[in-house]
């Protein structure tokens, strides 16, 4: 199971683009990186998620290095909304199937 | 689309009794999770459906807890008998995929269900 580290907390003023990196050196060739979000009290949300090339979509973009050991995902345009505890996740393969294993994820601030 | 429901949102029951969480996937989908959540040990998975077939049921914490699919449509999650360690908020989650791909984990999560036990 590949492990994640992310930092516990980010800061980033509204409208400014909020980049949250990832690291995840020991990730093996199949494994997708994931991104979720968690708003206070709600459920995970999927994001965005990425094998080797760049991917954007309409809620964020995701750089994954070319070592693919590490990883950013950015939001161009962060709002209050977007205050949340954000996960990135390597995606295990165990026994023939995929599942995802949550960690403590960063909480990312937004403020005024 | 209505989403992943799941009911009750929020449960409060006493120690020792029964309790059963339910939980309607997203139409299509062929896979349903149910994980955890406490402050101690964040999100963690308890089992895994595929096709309505428990897949991996190695994170159900003891055999108190059991789980069930019995359609593509429908799946409970029962504690039996319940203890106060099992205060937490209860994820369905479901996805389109058949498990074997990495690529395929887009989750789709309910709202939870926040169980108190006392």
């Known amino acids: 199971d590949a492990k994640t580290t992310q930092p516990t907390s980010m800061d980033c003023a509204e409208g400014r683009a909020a980049n949250l990196p990832c690291n995840h050196s020991t990730i093996s060739g199949n494994e997708y990186v994931y991104w979720y979000r968690q708003i206070h009290s709600q459920g995970p949300q999927y994001i965005i998620h990425g094998l080797k090339n760049n991917e954007t979509n309409e809620m964020a973009s995701l750089i994954i290095t070319e070592d693919r050991k590490s990883s950013t995902l950015i939001l161009p345009h962060a709002t209050l909304r977007d205050t949340a505890v954000y996960y990135c996740i390597a995606a295990r393969m165990n026994s023939g199937y995929s599942t995802l294993t949550f960690g403590k994820g960063t909480m990312l601030l937004v403020s005024p | 689309d209505a989403g992943v429901i799941q009911s009750p949102r929020h449960e409060v029951t006493e120690m020792g009794q029964e309790v059963t969480l339910r939980c309607k996937p997203i139409?299509?989908?062929?896979?349903l999770f149910w994980y955890r959540q406490t402050m101690m040990r964040g999100l963690e998975l308890l089992i895994y459906f595929n096709n309505n077939v428990p897949i991996d049921d190695s994170g159900m914490p003891e055999d108190r807890f059991s789980a069930k699919m019995p359609n593509a449509s429908f799946s409970t999650l029962k504690i039996q008998p319940s203890e106060p360690r099992d205060s937490a908020v209860y994820f369905c989650?479901?996805?389109w995929g058949d498990g074997t791909y990495s690529g395929a984990n887009v989750l789709t999560f309910g709202a939870g269900s926040r169980l108190t036990v006392l």
């Open positions: 989650a479901s996805s």
């Open positions: 139409s299509g989908h062929n896979s």
